[in-house]
């Protein structure tokens, strides 16, 4: 699979530790999400950037933080102070925030805090 | 904020038979509505979408149709296959990209053959 590729599939953190999830596309979407899937919760935002250089908070961003530096790029870093982090993580692009368009996902990371 | 809510959350259908996944929304801004297919171990892709200037929408054997009087839109699946199983998800946004979208809670589907 090409588009948006997510690292690692599966990663292991100790509590009080940061990690780092990667999460790159090649399909030059100037978009970018962070969504953190759970049970019966569906899918909900964590972070969005629509430019390089550029990031808003989604609903649960607390805990997490993330940066732009490259178009293509767009990691998450799990905090220690995320109470709750294990979780499976989903990043999307799309070609931008304004319409309403595809959004396109990686295959996601599944974390688990041991 | 937007508040979708998504039934079953689980079905089981016998293969062949059509199986239909209700959400409800809240805001009446929403004016778009995709639904992602998210088969195990894989990433949710879409798989049809619908705009509120429609009511229906169509794509072989998916289709959508949108009540926006009731606030509610459904997705129809017709013939199901054993590769129809997987997770779906409804979701409602007014204009201004993804990070306006929210999700409902997924639909488990089993499609037994």
């Known amino acids: 699979d090409g588009g948006i590729t997510q690292s690692p599939k599966y990663l292991f953190r100790k509590e009080g530790q940061n990690v780092t999830l990667s999460c790159e596309q090649n399909l030059n979407h100037d978009a970018m999400y962070w969504y953190r899937q759970d049970p019966g919760q569906g899918l909900r935002l964590i972070y969005y950037?629509?430019?390089?250089?550029?990031?808003q908070k989604g609903d649960i961003a607390e805990g997490y933080s993330v940066s732009r530096e490259k178009k293509e790029s767009f990691p998450l870093t799990v905090t220690s102070a995320q109470k709750n982090p294990t979780a499976f993580y989903l990043c999307a692009s799309s070609p931008g925030t304004v319409m309403n368009t595809e959004a396109f996902f990686g295959q996601g990371t599944r974390l688990t805090v041991v | 904020g937007e508040n979708v809510e998504q039934h079953p959350s689980t079905l089981s259908v016998q293969e062949g038979d059509s199986a239909v996944i209700k959400c409800t929304y809240s805001d009446s801004a929403s004016n778009y509505f995709p639904w992602y297919k998210q088969e195990l171990g894989k990433r949710p892709q879409l798989i049809i979408d619908?705009?509120?200037?429609?009511g229906e929408k169509k794509d072989q054997r998916i289709a959508v149709t949108l009540n926006k009087t009731a606030k509610h839109f459904s997705l129809h699946i017709t013939e199901t296959q054993p590769e129809d199983s997987a997770v779906y998800f409804c979701?409602?946004?007014?204009?201004?990209?993804?990070?306006?979208?929210?999700f409902g809670i997924g639909t488990k589907l089993q499609v037994i053959p």
């Open positions: 979701a409602a946004s007014y204009s201004g990209g993804y990070q306006k979208v929210t």
């Open positions: 950037s629509q430019i390089v250089n550029d990031f």
């Open positions: 619908i705009r509120s200037n429609v």
